[in-house]
């Protein structure tokens, strides 16, 4: 099994191709390792030490270490962990909850929703996984756009730009009704 690397905007974070499916259309974000008991895959990742957060995408995992651990030294245990986790053919998540509902939406606003949550997985989530991460809808209320960074994107030195210069102004052109996007943390 090969598995390509790539950097991410984020240092702290690479982007793992292990050249298979990880979770298909859906995602999971692990910001530590008590978070992360149903998956066996970022259970093990969070098992090296160095690891503060595991991203399982589409097609690929991010792991983002800690400032006190190389990537020269941590890279090759990643490389390892994910490489014995699919030759084992064990589950990537273990049930599909992930605990989150979205905030209640205003039934006056459900028109406006569905076209703001069309741009984010038209326009924003392809670009943003291409650099390791993802965006959610968390919701709306007053113009508001709640979005949720996850994986390279959370804790990105660019993401406050990404999110204010690129995804707010975008939002505002297409839909008058968002005033603002801000970024929300569960």
């Not at 998956?39 to 399982?56: C, D, H, N």
């Not at 730009?161 to 009704?177: C, D, F, Q, S």
């Amino acid at each position: 099994m090969f598995i390509e690397t790539e950097g991410t905007p984020n240092p702290a974070t690479l982007k793992f191709l292990p050249g298979r499916e990880v979770m298909g259309l859906s995602t999971a974000d692990f910001a530590s390792a008590g978070t992360a008991a149903r998956s066996p895959l970022a259970t093990a990742l969070f098992g090296l030490p160095g690891v503060a957060r595991v991203f399982l995408g589409g097609d690929f995992v991010t792991v983002t270490k800690t400032d006190e651990f190389s990537w020269h030294a941590l890279k090759p245990q990643v490389l390892g962990v994910i490489m014995d986790h699919f030759v084992a053919g064990r589950p990537v998540i273990e049930g599909d909850e992930d605990g989150f509902n979205e905030e209640e939406i205003d039934p006056a606003d459900r028109e406006v929703v569905e076209q703001i949550k069309e741009l984010i997985d038209t326009r924003v989530r392809p670009a943003v996984a291409g650099d390791g991460g993802d965006i959610v809808f968390r919701g709306f209320r007053d113009g508001i756009v709640r979005l949720h960074m996850q994986g390279a994107c959370s804790g990105c030195p660019s993401s406050t730009a990404t999110l204010k210069h690129g995804i707010e102004n975008m939002l505002r052109h297409y839909v008058p009704e968002v005033v603002a996007v801000e970024q929300v943390e569960f």
